[in-house]
Each structure stands twice: as structure tokens, then as C-alpha cells.
């Protein structure tokens, strides 16, 4: 086999360096970018609309830990229920990790399990009843929708000429000092406006950012449940999802607004 020079070897060594270097950076890009999505199962609203919940679960990045968060809201006042929100999380790797085999499904449903468990008192006492109509649904994955603007029947009985229900949110820079002093100064809140029978309401206007939602990055409107009660006023909750600063990317977390129409 021919030997190559001395000069001719080392140029050649350092030329596949560069290329192993080269090719491996999208995968450190595409590494950076990791994050994790909350999937959210929807409760719905007891029979009278007076409340709502929904869930929110996965596998956290960075740990690994299997999650479940269940938020349980008093629509007309727009707040949590105590002792909601209920939170498990499964930070056991000796659990994770059993027999050596990652099982990511067999965690998450484990924690949902006991997390329903431990909510199920508030949600009997609440009378969630699986109510409400998903009027708008608008996945991070459907690339040609407008994340910041949905416009729906509110009802499966609508019809044409009636009025539509319209949703806007805008997001704008809100600087936090928690925030900050981790050296994230790009948090934003947001503003969300409904339009409805010719009256456009603000749902939200944050002028501070509250703790409970991390350090968010961005928001989009991902869903809108309504209901009509039998004997009562018709309701809403508007799911808004929200990147938030993670520790391998922007995760994703979801937040309720309630109230009736």
C-alpha cells in the first residue's frame, strides 16, 4: 500500500477533523433545540359550566422525569381551585430504569394514574363532567394555521349568519427579574382579546409574569372548549400554549383562561 508524505498525512488528517466537526454540528444544533411538549387531555366542565380542568403530561427533558399536571379552575373568577394544581412527577431512576429498559409510556401512565388519584377528591367535589365542545384546535403541527388568531362556531348548532367567535393574542416583551438573574432577559408575556356578538373583550393583559409560568419565550393559542348549559350562562376556556425556557430547549406547557361568554 502506498504511504502517503509526511506533509500530505497530516493535511489529510486535519481535513476529516474538519468534516467529523462539520457533520456533527447539526446534530448538536438539532440537540440544543430539544425540548419537551406537554400533551393535554381536556376534563372538560361540569354540568352547570361552573368549573373546568384539563391535564398536562409527558417526560421531562434534561432528567428525563415522567410528569403529570392537573389544573382544576373556577371559570367564572379565572383561577385555580385549590388545592389544584395536583403535580406528580416520578424522580425514582431506580423506577425509571427498571430491569435496565426505559419504558417512557409504562412512566407516564403510572404518574397520571396516581396524579388522578390524587385529584379526584377536587374533581368529584367540582363535578367535572367531561363537558364542552372543542370549538378550535390549533396543533403546533399544522404549519399553515395562525398561531396567534383563531376564529370558530362556538357551538356544534351553529349556523351561517350567526355570530363567530374570534380570538387574537399578541406577544410582546416583559422582562422578569427572577428571569433575569439566570441571564434570560427575552421572556415575554401576551395580550388576548375576544370577539364575540359584535363586543371584543381583554381576556389578558400581562403587565408582570407570574412565577408559575417559568421563563416564557412565546405563546401561541393552541384551543377553545365551550359549553352550553341546560340552566346557565355558556362558558369558555381558551388553552394558550407556551415555549418556555428549558433546560435542552424550549419546552412547552400549557395555560387556561376561563370565562363566560
Known sequence: MPQLQPGLSLLLR???RCL???LFLPLLASAAMAGDTAKAEILGFS?????FAFEQYGIEDGSGFPYSEIFVLDVANDRWVTPSPFLVRNQNEDEIEAGGVFDPDALVTAVRTENREKALQLLQTTRIAGKGLTAGHNPRTELNSDPFRMVVAPSDFFRPGEDELELNLNEYLLTSDR???FKIDDTRGFRLTMTYKGQTRVLNRDTSLPESRG???AYRVERIIT???????????VLIQMDTHGFEGPDRRNLAITGQL
Do not use: M, R, W
Not at 354540568?47 to 368549573?51: I, K, M, R, S, T
Not at 359549553?227 to 376556556?237: D, I, K, L, Q, R
Open 14 to 16: 486535519t481535513a476529516l
Open 215 to 217: 421563563c416564557p419565550l
Open 20 to 22: 467529523s466537526v462539520l
Open 179 to 181: 428571569c433575569a438573574g
Open 47 to 51: 354540568e352547570d359550566g361552573a368549573y
Open 227 to 237: 359549553h352550553f348549559p341546560e340552566n346557565g350562562s355558556p362558558v369558555y376556556a
